[in-house]
């Protein structure tokens, strides 16, 4: 059984970095095909993809936000990490992560975690 | 990269079929087979329902289908059902490894 949780800061300041980690089980990013990637959506808007990084750590990123997104992964711990800096007002969003198997289901993300909401204001 | 676009809101009653359309470019959903579908309830994580544009996960209903003509794909839900009154959203595949989504569809039974 496949399961990601998003943890990170509920608050942050304008201009802070955000930091969120996502905790899965079910799989591994050790095994070929498999990736993670993050979304967020605003409150009362759609969903926007913001990353993903695959077992083999080709990383991508939304070219919207690339100068501001970092992901990492920490293989050992099944743990993904994304960064945002210089937060703004506008970054206020419910952020996801969620599974990618390319073998199964090419360029889709069959399950996700619950999210966790961002909000920033000083 | 813009977003896809999708109609605000699509309603039906019980029983009937309902279309959301999902119109990109030729850089995204008319280049590759590869646009997923998601179903969201309020407060709730996204749910896939259709991938590959048209393939069902296991579990999913078989009221719901997929389909692509050009730049645009397609959503159907058959012989709707008041538990399909959720939040729709298309993504595409845009190449160079990313995504793209549309702005989402409130389907409403009446």
């Known amino acids: 059984q496949i399961t990601l949780k998003e943890s990170g800061p509920t608050l942050v300041k304008p201009t802070q970095t955000l930091t969120l980690t996502c905790a899965f089980s079910?799989?591994?990013?050790?095994?070929?095909?498999?990736?993670v990637g993050w979304f967020r959506q605003p409150p009362g808007r759609a969903l926007e993809w913001l990353a993903l990084i695959y077992w083999d750590d080709d990383k991508r990123y939304s070219p919207s936000l690339k100068s501001r997104l970092t992901i990492t992964k920490d293989t050992s711990k099944n743990r993904v990490v994304l960064t945002l800096a210089n937060m703004d007002p506008v970054d206020t969003a419910t952020y996801f992560c969620?599974?990618?198997?390319?073998?199964?289901?090419?360029?889709?993300?069959?399950?996700w975690g619950q999210g966790t909401l961002v909000t920033v204001s000083s | 990269q813009s977003a896809l676009t999708q109609p605000a809101s699509v309603s039906g009653s019980p029983g009937q079929s309902i279309t959301i359309s999902c119109t990109g470019t030729?850089?995204?959903?008319?280049?590759?087979?590869?646009v997923s579908w998601y179903q969201q309830y309020p407060g709730k994580a996204p749910k896939l329902v259709i991938y590959e544009g048209s393939k069902r996960p296991s579990g999913v209903s078989n009221r719901f289908s997929g389909s692509k003509s050009g730049n645009t794909a397609s959503l159907t839900i058959s012989g709707l059902q008041a538990e399909d009154e959720a939040d729709y959203y298309c993504?595409?595949?845009?190449?160079?490894?990313?995504?793209?989504f549309g702005g989402g569809t409130a389907v409403t039974v009446l």
């Open positions: 079910g799989f591994s990013l050790r095994t070929s095909g498999m990736g």
């Open positions: 030729s850089s995204d959903v008319g280049s590759y087979d590869f």
């Open positions: 969620a599974h990618l198997d390319m073998p199964t289901a090419e360029y889709s993300f069959d399950f």
């Open positions: 993504c595409s595949y845009a190449g160079s490894g990313t995504f793209v």
